[in-house]
């Protein structure tokens, strides 16, 4: 795929899915639109939506099994799809078709943050974005309608800003109203962590706990680094103790030796006190760096 430009990628995605037996397609797009240029996929390069329209025009006309697309639209001036009558079409768009669409670079899409808040609500404890929000009571059922995901997307956006959402629906049944499961028991996703000597351990993250693949890593990194790096410090701090026990007990039984200062008795007491001392400079400063350590790597927050 190495040199292949983004809209030959999406095309052989096309080729690829049109051979398979699927029903319904979910087409999610979110970035930049230009009107007569249309979606953009990179630096000068772009795919229009009417060549979107022709792919699944012609990849129904092949494939009759093929009969239903459910697509969100997260960009400025969004079109209707010009499917055939033959395609049932569920079209979402962040904004009107001459509007153009809010951008927050740092959460991301409201569109399509409260679009999956309301698709895993309930398997994610039910908690909103928005502060005192009880938008989980919104869908009760075990399905997420038509209805109700167009009525829990409008409460939100209107609340975050004056523009409004866009649907188009064409050529629908009833039954084709229905979109989700609305699944209330937890989902995690488990991962086996194994790192050079370490022993394996267990990880579950909850998919409301990341948005992106680098954010995952830090969340699974973050047990082993901040053992390792509390590891890599008592040894440095065993180390330095060491060196600095064997120089000062070196200091006195050369001074002992040279200045006959101490007798045997008190060399041997001097020694202990030594050893003791040793030990307790090792508790206190492993002390230490538990007590500053843990708490600033569990304060941590990734965004």
């Known amino acids: 795929?190495?040199?292949?430009?983004?809209?030959?990628?999406?095309?052989?995605?096309?080729?690829?899915?049109?051979?398979?037996?699927?029903?319904?397609?979910?087409?999610?797009?979110?970035?930049?639109?230009?009107?007569?240029?249309?979606?953009?996929?990179?630096?000068?390069?772009?795919?229009?939506?009417?060549?979107v329209s022709l792919r699944l025009n012609k990849w129904n006309e092949e494939n009759p099994n093929f009969g239903k697309v459910i697509a969100f639209l997260d960009c400025c001036f969004p079109k209707k799809m010009n499917l055939n009558s033959s395609l049932k079409l569920i079209q979402f768009n962040a904004t009107s078709p001459t509007t153009p669409a809010d951008l927050e670079t740092k959460e991301g899409s409201p569109f399509l943050n409260y679009v999956i808040q309301a698709i895993t609500a309930r398997a994610n404890g039910k908690v909103c974005k928005i502060k005192e929000c009880e938008c989980h009571e919104r869908i009760l059922g075990n399905f997420i309608t038509l209805h109700d995901l167009w009525n829990y997307l409008n409460e939100h956006i209107q609340l975050q800003r004056e523009t409004s959402l866009y649907m188009i629906a064409a050529n629908i049944e009833l039954r084709d109203t229905l979109l989700a499961y609305n699944y209330d028991f937890e989902v995690k996703f488990e991962f086996t962590i194994k790192w050079l000597e370490t022993a394996e351990r267990k990880k579950y993250v909850r998919p409301m706990e990341?948005?992106?693949?680098?954010?995952?890593?830090?969340?699974?990194?973050?047990d082993i680094l901040s053992e390792f790096v509390f590891s890599a410090l008592h040894t440095f701090v065993l180390f330095c103790t060491e060196r600095i026990y064997m120089f000062v007990l070196n200091t006195v039984k050369f001074?002992?030796?040279?200045?006959?200062?101490?007798?045997?008795?008190?060399?041997?007491?001097?020694?202990?006190?030594?050893?003791?001392?040793?030990?307790?400079f090792v508790s206190t400063i492993s002390l230490l760096l538990t007590f500053f350590t843990i708490p600033i790597f569990n304060s941590v927050r990734y965004y």
């Open 1 to 51: 795929m190495k040199g292949i430009k983004a809209d030959e990628k999406l095309d052989q995605a096309f080729d690829i899915l049109s051979g398979t037996n699927i029903q319904t397609l979910l087409f999610v797009y979110s970035g930049h639109h230009d009107v007569k240029r249309g979606f953009q996929l990179g630096p000068n390069v772009n795919y229009n939506l009417n060549k």
């Open 210 to 222: 990341f948005n992106e693949f680098e954010r995952l890593k830090l969340i699974l990194a973050k």
């Open 255 to 280: 001074q002992t030796y040279q200045l006959h200062l101490f007798t045997e008795r008190t060399l041997s007491i001097t020694t202990r006190s030594f050893i003791y001392f040793r030990a307790l």
